[in-house]
C-alpha cells in the first residue's frame, strides 16, 4: 500500500499480517525528561524581573494593609478565607504589573482590588448556596427539625 501524490510515493507501508500485530521493528522514539523548552521559555518574559521585585517590594510594605481590609470586609472568625482571598489579591497585582500597567499609587489599587475580590467571593453563587450551621448551638436545629416533623405529619 502505497500514498501517491503527481505519481510520486510518499509513504510506502508493508502490509501486516494478522498476527503480525505485536512485533515493532523500530523503538519508540524516547521524549527528552523536563518540562517542555517553550513553556519555559514563554515563561520568562523581560519584564518579569522588574515585576517580581517591585511585587516584593509591595508585599513587604502592604501585605498587612491588604490582609486588613480583606479580615474587615469577611465574616468574622474566618481566618482561611481571609487568607485565601488576600492570596488571590497578590496574585490578581501581580497579572496587573505582568499586562505593563503602571501604578501610581500601590496602597489605594490593592485595597481596591481586596475589596473587589470580597465582593466578588460573597457575589459568587457558590457562597450564596452555602448555609452557616453553628453545631454548639443545637436547639434551634431541633425546635426546626420539630416544625418540620410536625407540618409532615
Not at 488576600?86 to 501604578?103: H, M
Request: hydrophobic fraction near 45%; glycine fraction near 6%; charged fraction near 25%.
Amino acid at each position: 500500500m502505497s500514498i501517491v501524490t503527481d505519481d510520486q510515493a510518499l509513504v510506502q507501508a508493508a502490509p501486516v499480517a494478522a498476527d503480525d500485530h505485536s512485533k515493532t521493528k523500530d523503538p519508540l522514539p524516547q521524549r527528552p525528561r523536563g518540562p517542555h523548552p517553550y513553556r519555559v521559555a514563554s515563561a520568562a518574559r523581560a519584564g518579569d524581573d522588574q515585576a517580581r521585585e517591585l511585587l516584593a517590594g509591595w508585599f513587604g510594605e502592604y501585605a498587612p494593609m491588604v490582609q486588613g481590609v480583606v479580615a474587615r470586609a469577611v465574616r468574622q472568625g474566618d481566618l482561611d478565607l481571609v487568607e485565601d482571598l488576600a492570596q488571590d489579591v497578590w496574585v490578581q497585582a501581580w497579572q496587573y504589573l505582568l499586562r505593563g500597567n503602571a501604578v501610581a499609587r500601590p496602597a489605594g489599587l490593592l485595597a481596591r482590588m481586596a475589596r473587589c475580590r470580597v465582593a466578588d467571593h460573597y457575589l459568587s453563587a457558590r457562597v450564596r448556596r452555602e448555609l452557616v450551621t453553628d453545631f454548639r448551638d443545637d436547639s434551634w436545629a431541633v425546635a426546626r427539625l420539630a416544625s418540620r416533623i410536625g407540618a409532615a405529619a
